[in-house]
């Protein structure tokens, strides 16, 4: 028969004196009060471990800190534990694990793993919007909660001041990330599902507008505009390239004069300045060749052909084009991208093959099978291809100042 213990009460407890050496109080029912010799007091709860049998003993914090009715509580809390034959002691040390993992594990945490996962593979803009895009709009918010905790009512409370604003595309463009970001902790094993997957159908959607370009017809009437307005000479110099080229105008104004191969007529543009992070050749027509013979002596002395006014050693920006463009009063009609467009309607309106087209528009085929193509045999077609839009460009400049058009160059 169980020895019967009579339960402390806060009275004894206050009045227990340190001894010579450490001793127990008993409550009863594996709880007992340590008292050690420099009057600190301890709660214990000792316990026989499942399965094995062997005596164990957790602490349950100190006195006066732990009161007795804490005590109970606690010891009925590993009671009830036993009872499902799990050790107190161990659920305790797993939960602490978990605690640890959960501050570890942190949204901000996570997402600045992700990122640091995917800058090697994107450009430098990119990366850096990413980054902001989180800081802004996110972490402020979210960032101290543990991934595995994140809730899609919280997470959809807290971009709703951007759904308000009429954010949308930033909106749409956020929630994909946030979903990459929740695979990732997947695949990494923070949590278990994805519950924020259906973020995105709490909002609407924006409408997307493709690049404002003029209508393939209108393509003198654009140079003309181009061509005389009041603009710098390196301006409409970059628009000349980039029409030719048909790169991205981020592509284009940081052409530099060591990716330019005269030799084989031939830019080599790097996949680190490449949106899809592959490389990229361009076929220099005679045209492009003239506008870069042209622009020699202005910058063949620095890095960039297209060299910044307020410093030379960088190369102008990518909004160049498209600010000088709208203030053509272009604004809705013609974009700097817009010129790719351009070009690829016209092309495709010709009857020029698609996939050439979609290759001189550095487009990353999504059939894998499309993709294996020889990328040689590409290259001599669009050579064909781009030689046909220059002269295009050529004809439709004619009567104008023109740079490429050099038969008919007036430089002012």
Request: net charge positive; glycine share 6%.
């Amino acid at each position: 028969m169980p020895k019967l213990v009579t339960p402390l009460n806060d009275t004894q407890i206050k009045k227990a004196k340190p001894k010579e050496k450490e001793y127990l109080l008993a409550d009863g029912k594996g709880l007992a009060l340590r008292v050690k010799p420099n009057g600190s007091k301890m709660w214990l709860f000792t316990y026989s471990k499942p399965y094995t049998k062997k005596r164990a003993q957790i602490s349950f914090g100190m006195y006066p800190d732990v009161t007795l009715s804490d005590a109970r509580t606690s010891r009925a809390e590993g009671r009830a534990l036993l009872a499902k034959d799990i050790d107190p002691k161990e659920h305790k040390e797993a939960f602490a694990n978990d605690k640890a993992a959960e501050a570890k594990n942190t949204f901000e945490a996570v997402v600045r793993e992700w990122i640091a996962l995917k800058e090697p593979k994107v450009s430098a803009r990119y990366a850096f919007n990413l980054r902001r895009g989180f800081e802004l709009h996110l972490f402020p918010y979210l960032g101290k909660v543990p991934v595995s905790k994140l809730s899609a009512q919280l997470t959809i409370e807290t971009l709703k001041p951007l759904a308000a604003a009429n954010k949308l595309d930033i909106l749409g463009r956020i929630c994909r990330r946030i979903n990459e970001v929740m695979e990732f902790a997947i695949n990494t094993g923070r949590v278990q599902s994805n519950n924020l997957s259906g973020i995105s159908k709490a909002f609407g959607t924006a409408t997307h507008k493709s690049m404002a370009c003029v209508k393939p017809e209108e393509l003198p009437k654009l140079i003309s505009i181009v061509n005389n307005a009041s603009i710098k000479l390196m301006t409409r110099c970059l628009f000349e390239w980039q029409l030719h080229t048909m790169v991205r105008p981020g592509e284009a104004v940081g052409t530099a004069w060591h990716e330019i191969d005269f030799e084989n007529k031939q830019w080599n543009i790097p996949a680190k300045r490449m949106k899809k992070r592959k490389a990229h050749s361009v076929p220099l027509t005679p045209q492009a060749i003239v506008l870069l013979e042209y622009l020699k002596p202005i910058s063949g002395h620095r890095e960039f052909v297209f060299p910044a006014d307020k410093d030379p050693r960088k190369h102008l920006s990518r909004e160049t084009l498209g600010a000088a463009l709208r203030r053509m009063g272009l604004k809705g009609k013609q974009t700097a991208h817009g010129l790719r467009a351009l070009a690829s309607t016209t092309l495709n309106e010709l009857g020029f093959d698609a996939d050439v087209i979609e290759a001189a528009l550095a487009h990353v085929d999504k059939n894998k099978v499309r993709a294996a193509y020889n990328r040689t045999d590409y290259l001599e077609r669009r050579r064909k291809m781009m030689c046909w839009w220059s002269e295009h460009i050529e004809e439709a400049s004619r009567g104008n100042y023109s740079v490429t058009g050099n038969q008919h160059l007036k430089v002012i």
